[in-house]
């Protein structure tokens, strides 16, 4: 089973791949076999907004190898334009089934992200490494990284965190540090690990350590993450989702419906 295999939905210029997680998963691991590596991008509604007006996200996602829906609105915009997709892929919830998957072949990941810890303790990458390894049997850990704030910004940090993780060498590399800086740190890591295979998972390994608690199943079915999120980070979350996002994703759905009539 090979990318090219499936054909894509395309929503305001962005090509979204019709697959299923566990088709995703089934790619993954017959690249990794195959000693390919790649690229898997999971656009929200926020990221497809973001697509129109910076042209350095739409050169992410032109990067991608894999682009998946995050977002039940791009699911719904599909439907209504008569290219269904089959289902909502989360970064959330691949976090956990590419664990597994690469789990069954021994494979390797190295955690990226997660909060810093305190007083000594573990920090979110290692804690959601360890919750990983124990409920994926199999996986191997190659490594884990919690960057400080800004780390990006000095040039010898950023140098010894990219070195660090190149050491380990991985099959997969989950990088939580929001887009779009998870996005340029795996566009840094890619040209130097083409073997390996990166996805930029927002928030899944905060939800991974259980330092932030992600939405009752019922609310990710029906299209209500972000309502949840909003409510656990209103100061950071508010502007975003209720001034841009949300009538974008009107005019998103509006569009869909209208191409299709």
Same mark, same amino acid.
């Given at each position: ?5 499936? !054909? +894509? ?11 299923? #997680? ?82 069954? !072949? ?27 390894? +124990?409920? $994926? ?8 990284? $919690? ?23 991985? !099959? ?28 930029? $998972? ?10 932030? #608690? ?30 841009? !996002? ?16």
């Amino acid at each position: 089973m090979t990318v090219e295999a499936f !054909d +894509r939905v395309h929503l305001d210029g962005t090509g979204i791949d019709r697959i299923t #997680e566990a088709e995703v998963v089934a790619v993954v691991r017959e690249a990794i076999t195959l000693g390919r590596g790649g690229r898997i991008l999971t656009p929200n509604v926020d990221i497809l907004r973001q697509a129109q007006i910076d042209a350095g996200v739409r050169v992410h996602l032109d990067d991608a190898d894999l682009i998946v829906a995050d977002g039940m609105p791009l699911v719904w915009a599909s439907r209504l334009s008569g290219t269904p997709l089959p289902e909502r892929i989360a970064g959330s919830s691949l976090i956990w089934s590419l664990s597994r998957g690469l789990g069954h !072949d021994r494979r390797s990941i190295f955690v990226i992200g997660g909060a810093p810890g305190a007083d000594g303790a573990q920090n979110g990458a290692a804690r959601a490494a360890d919750r990983l390894a +124990r409920e $994926c049997p199999g996986l191997r850990i190659a490594g884990t990284s $919690c960057p400080q704030f800004g780390f990006e910004k000095k040039k010898r940090t950023y140098a010894r965190f990219l070195a660090e993780v190149v050491r380990a060498k991985p !099959d997969l590399v989950f990088v939580g540090l929001g887009f779009p800086k998870q996005e340029k740190v795996i566009t840094r890591l890619r040209a130097e690990m083409p073997k390996a295979w990166f996805i930029g $998972c927002g928030a899944a390994v905060n939800f991974v350590a259980g330092d932030v #608690e992600r939405a009752p199943l019922w609310m990710q079915r029906t299209g209500l993450e972000w309502a949840h999120r909003l409510g656990t980070e209103p100061g950071r979350l508010a502007k975003r989702y209720l001034k841009h !996002d949300a009538p974008y994703a009107m005019r998103l759905l509006a569009g869909a419906a209208s191409r299709r009539r």
